[in-house]
């Protein structure tokens, strides 16, 4: 059984900052911590009290963490960055509510003394002599303590209690990983046992010493249980200090999601179970599961929902029916086209989340160079007369300002040469978009179009498509490149604002120009005889785009969004080879361009090179961040690699900011995570003059110091499929919505009886379940279940061939009830049926959650399709570790 655990953190916008720069605002950016390990930094909104990111992650973590936190602060070009404050949210407040935190949360002080990182080893003995009882404290060493000298490290000494007495240890000078090996020993005092207490405290020669951290034992555990290992450091027990919003409030979404993924075999009912109702006809009714699925969910549970379906349907090939059938109900209950597609629904969510996972690549393709020149161009255009600056476009002459004409001209032929480059780049793409892409967008070209044949509604089908193609995916991408991969950092003001407009365009062009001149934005309508001739291009590319073979689709189940030999990740990097005689000074660190693809690093002087070096991805035994002082260079990482030999080498690696290290660091270990042999510790320092210079070892074959984190990752389109994964995540959200699965006023009692034998039998009993075993779904009680339903079906009558429900009651109620006609022998009688009709009855009867009244469930086995309805009511009864 494999364990996951993975945060969801979306970093919304933040209000009331207080000011840290002399012109009254600030230039806050967001650092996301998760324990000691920084995962993400927003970009830097420049100039606001009240900055808007949204920004979102998803984290792959350790099952072990213990604390999320936010750290505002503003950023300077001058001197170091100021802090305004903090959120931190430990991992027992992120998992009581299994949808997670929604809301505003106010910053709170940053307090130095609460700054605290890293764990001490220690060996706790408790004797007794002539004299007493006595405590032996053996300070082994600890790790990854938190930086506070301006060198990088600290000068750390450890203090212990006991009662009234205290000792101290030595001070180890410039280590964040000091090694004491020293064994104190305190005598115990008259009076109650006392608790054990270590203090950890960095040593200053002028001012007073600044608290590392502390760990305390209570006496029981003392007696019972001396303490003997690694224990983490906490800081001093004190009630967190609210500011009451003095410093300001964000706006976060937290969602954790842990979960334990059984083998694929415990999975296939389910799976089974979706990919029947794909294959099959699309009800206009709530009966089917996908239906069931998109009730139960809202909001961004619904996005996640959409995103883990795609991704299992990719999985097994059937992305395009999957689609398809979304797009017949979606298409069935529309009544208006001009309200299609327009809800957050979850065929809207699915096509949504289908382009960003399959199309990423074509989307880069598409825009990468018209973005980059926008980027680095950094042209003034602006049509609204109300935000001209006419002082931006002013050069060194005696003529003055230009005048609001001349700006808007200007920025027109700027805005219609960028846009001539977006248009032209996307309607000569056609051939380049994904075939499973083109094929999904054909039926929904084609179903649009049976449903709305009308001569009025000829657009429609063209809208369908460019809806989403244009307005959820060129237009956003165009609109916050950096949330699509297509830059690093946000836009500037005035590139954000540029594209804002091209963005406006794009989306008019989605729309087929329907509805331009019927906005507020009149000031919009230079730009529309350009967007009127684009329209009918557009229409040209759609029909291209639709004019695909189903056989063109790669088809059949894939593992991965992109091939082995795709590159996952390129830019220049600084680069330096440890050497076997000590790492030569910082100039020896040389430019080099980096690609990684699933089988090697890869490395030249440039993009053109033909020659290049390579690591091979198998190597790969560690990837972790390097301390600043090791080089006092910023923004540094390590790959370490071991040779045929078992020699290790490590390559350091400095890259631009830290948003670019995290990603690197999350591609090479999601890269490497299926090597052998990986070290479960490395040295975050560098052997420099005869000594480690994070532990201050002097030998070069040291042991690491610092623990490895392989198992800190960020999500993203790249990451390869994994059906189990995503089948417990459907699991999930039907467990979360069992309670609306089940009630129903008033509930009506439905036995079930499963497929009939042959065997001639005298009676029914009061609940008949199926004779043959049910499949083994490996959760506590469905062997249990099995038996007494192979007893139950010991003295039944029934049908050979047919499926049988035993419904008592009036036929007519539950006729009305369930929305279909019943075939009645008379009321108390068993219903005989083909299986069509009866997955048809059990599927309404789950939907109408008729199955609550009875809190063992497991009592209506269902032989097929129940086998959803039998996890979920297992599930509510049973104990954290069975659900």
Known sequence: MAKSSSLNVRVVEGRALPAKDVSGSSDPYCIVKVDDEVVARTATIWRSLSPFWGEEYTVHLPLDFHQLAFYVLDEDTVGHDDVIGKVSLSRDAIAADPRGIDSWINLSRVDPDAEVQGEICLAVQMLEDALGRCLRCHVLQARDLAPRDISGTSDPFARVFWGSQSVETSTIK??????????????????????????????????????????????????????????????????????????????????????????????????????????????????????????????????????????????????????????RREVARTTDPNTLFRSNSLASKSMEQFMKLVGMPYLHEVLQPVISRVFEEKKYMELDPCKMELGRTRRISFKGAPSEEHVREASLGLLTGYLGAIVDAIVGSAGRCPAVMRLAFKQLHQRVEERFPQTEHKDVKYLAISGFLFLRFFAPAILTPK????????????????????????????????????????????LHPFLLRSVSRVRDFLDRLVDVDEEEEAGGPARALIPRSATVREGYLLKRKE?????????????????????????AKSPEWQTRSSIPVSHIRAVERVDEGAFQLPHMMQVVTQDGAGALHTTYLQCKNVNELSQWLSALRKASAPNPDKLAACHPGAFRSARWTCCLRAERSAAGCSRTHAAVTLGDWRDPLDPD???????????????????????????????????????????????????????????????????????????????????????????????VSLPFLGPGSPLFCDRHLFQLIIQKALKLACLSSDPDLATYWLCDLGQVAYLLCTSVSSSGEQA
């Open 483 to 526: 949330l699509f991969d297509l830059r690093d950092q946000h836009a500037d003001p005035q590139t954000s604002r540029s594209l804002l407009l091209l963005a406006k365009a794009v989306q008019s062009i989605g729309n087929l120009g329907q509805q331009l001149g019927q906005g507020k934005e009149v000031w919009m309508a230079p």
């Open 725 to 819: 994964a995503e089948t417990q995540m459907v699991y999930r959200q039907l467990l979360l919505g069992r309670d609306q699965l089940r009630w129903v006023p008033p509930p009506l009692p439905l036995q079930l009886l499963g497929p009939v034998g042959a065997a001639a039998h005298s009676g029914l009993p009061p609940s008949f379940l199926p004779s043959s075993p049910a499949p083994q779904l490996g959760l506590p009680g469905a062997g249990q279940a099995q038996g007494e339903a192979r007893e139950a079906s010991s003295g039944a009558s029934c049908r050979s061939g047919s499926w049988g429900l035993l419904i008592p009651g009036d036929p007519e109620t539950w006729a009305q009830t369930l929305g």
């Open 579 to 603: 050497e076997p005689g000590g790492l030569a000074p910082r100039f020896a660190f040389k430019k080099r361009y980096f690609r990684l693809s699933a089988d090697a690093l890869s490395y």
């Open 174 to 327: 410039k280590t964040r990983f000091p090694r004491w090996d020293e064994v104190l020993e305190l005598r115990a005092a008259p009076g109650a046992p006392s608790p054990l207490r270590v203090e950890l405290w960095d040593w200053d020669m002028v001012g007073k010493n600044d608290f590392l951290g502390m760990v305390e034992f209570p006496p029981q555990v003392l007696q019972q249980k001396p303490p003997n290992g690694w224990f983490r450091l906490r800081p001093f027990p004190r009630a967190e200090e609210d500011s009451g919003g003095s410093l300001g409030a964000l706006r976060l979404k937290v969602r954790l999601t842990e979960d334990r993924v059984l083998p694929s075999r415990y999975y296939r009912p389910l799976s089974e179970l979706l990919a029947t109702a794909v294959l099959g006809p699309a009800e206009e009714d709530a009966a089917s599961p996908l239906a069931v699925l998109e009730e139960l969910t809202s909001g961004d549970c619904r996005q996640d929902l959409a995103t883990r379906l795609v991704k299992l349907f990719l999985g097994q090939g059937l992305a395009g029916p999957f689609l398809d059938y979304l797009t």
